[in-house]
Nanobody, 117 residues
Framework: QVQLVESGGGLVEPGESLRLSCAAS????????IHWYRQAPGKEREFVAA???????SYAESVKYRFTISRDSAQNLVYLQMRGLKVEDTGVYYC???????????RGQGTQVTVSS
């Protein structure tokens, strides 16, 4: 079963940028969807972005045009580039690998992103 580890979180001011990384313990087929989710204190976990077959991407409306998801298959990495961060982007960010022929779903432990002035 693939293991996922997120990194790159931190404390930034509104308007700044961060790049999150999701490192997989093994090669992830490009057909396997990888999602980023986030969870703010006291709120439900919400979808942020996804990348799938042929690098198809989708985004939550709240992050569209500010966040970019991408993958480096050679390095077994999936990135979430976040620009123009807002206070409401604060939360723990998780990457998630979809279940299927590749195996069961997998989720990392999360990385904290705090946007505050």
């Amino acid at each position: 079963q693939v293991q996922l580890v997120e990194s790159g979180g931190g404390l930034v001011e509104p308007g700044e940028s961060l790049r999150l990384s999701c490192a997989a313990s093994e090669s992830i087929p490009t057909t396997r969807p990888i999602h980023w989710y986030r969870q703010a204190p006291g709120k439900e976990r919400e979808f942020v972005a996804a990348i799938g077959t042929a690098d198809y991407t989708s985004y939550a409306e709240s992050v569209k045009y500010r966040f970019t998801i991408s993958r480096d298959s050679a390095q077994n990495l999936v990135y979430l580039q976040m620009r123009g961060l807002k206070v409401e982007d604060t939360g723990v960010y998780y990457c998630w690998a979809a279940p299927g022929v590749w195996g069961p779903e997998a989720r990392g432990q999360g990385t904290q992103v705090t946007v505050s002035s």
